[in-house]
């Protein structure tokens, strides 16, 4: 089992409509990150969380420490927003980041 | 300020050839991640370095990859003899220090046909 899973895998949906990705890890971490990579792409950094919620436009992370669990949402959500989005965690005491699958999100016109 | 800069963007090497990637950290940015993606897999991390010192090299594999990152210059990672199964993107990132976010390169895409 790896140490951060992401679900779904593939998720498909109609503009406008709100995005739902989850992010589930099993170790102590530092920090999340979520990025977004775009195919053939580089890699962009979206949002790093300890604690709480972090909103930035139309996409807002959330993070339950406890429950070792994130989410990462879009609302009114944009063909450009077509993406594989990552969740990332940094294990506590270690410097390196752990990667999810990724998510591969399109969203059609 | 021109972000992470990874150099070539792609890289065509035949087997047995010796592949040389490039980051140039932010600046003022002292640690550098290297990680790679393989054909349809997630991002694995490869080696951790601040400034002349390799810190975790725990993800290399134990032949034909080395990196490095010297006083002055961009960070390098090495393959040598590389083979088919080397083909891959590999990404640098950097950071001020651990406490703070990383920065992502564009990636350099490696072809060994």
């Known amino acids: 089992k790896n140490e951060v899973e992401q679900s779904p895998q593939n998720l498909t949906a109609q503009e406008g409509e709100f995005i739902t990705i989850n992010c589930s890890y099993s170790v102590g971490i530092s920090a999340l990150h979520w990025l977004q990579q775009h195919p053939g792409g580089g890699i962009v950094s979206l949002f790093m969380?300890?604690?709480g919620k972090k909103k930035h436009g139309r996409l807002i992370a959330t993070i339950n420490i406890q429950e070792k669990h994130s989410s990462l949402h879009i609302t009114a959500s944009h063909p450009r927003d077509s993406a594989v989005y990552i969740c990332?965690?940094?294990?506590?005491?270690?410097?390196?980041?752990?990667f999810g699958q990724g998510t591969r999100l399109t969203i059609n016109p | 300020n021109a972000g992470v800069m990874q150099n070539p963007r792609h890289l065509v090497r035949r087997r047995g050839q010796e592949a040389r990637l490039r980051c140039s950290p932010m600046?003022?940015?002292?640690?550098v991640y290297w990680y790679r993606q393989l054909p349809e897999e997630g991002l694995k991390f490869m080696v951790y370095l601040q400034k002349e010192n390799i810190i975790d090299e725990s993800g290399m594999p134990k032949e034909r990859f080395s990196a490095e990152f010297p006083k002055e210059g961009p960070s390098i990672l090495r393959i040598q003899q590389v083979v088919r199964g080397d083909s891959a993107a590999y990404f640098c990132?950097?950071?001020?220090?651990?406490?703070?976010?990383?920065?992502f390169g564009s990636g350099t895409r490696l072809t060994v046909v």
């Open positions: 990332a965690v940094r294990p506590q005491g270690a410097q390196k980041l752990v």
């Open positions: 969380l300890s604690s």
């Open positions: 990132a950097s950071s001020q220090d651990s406490s703070y976010g990383y920065t």
């Open positions: 600046k003022g940015h002292s640690h």
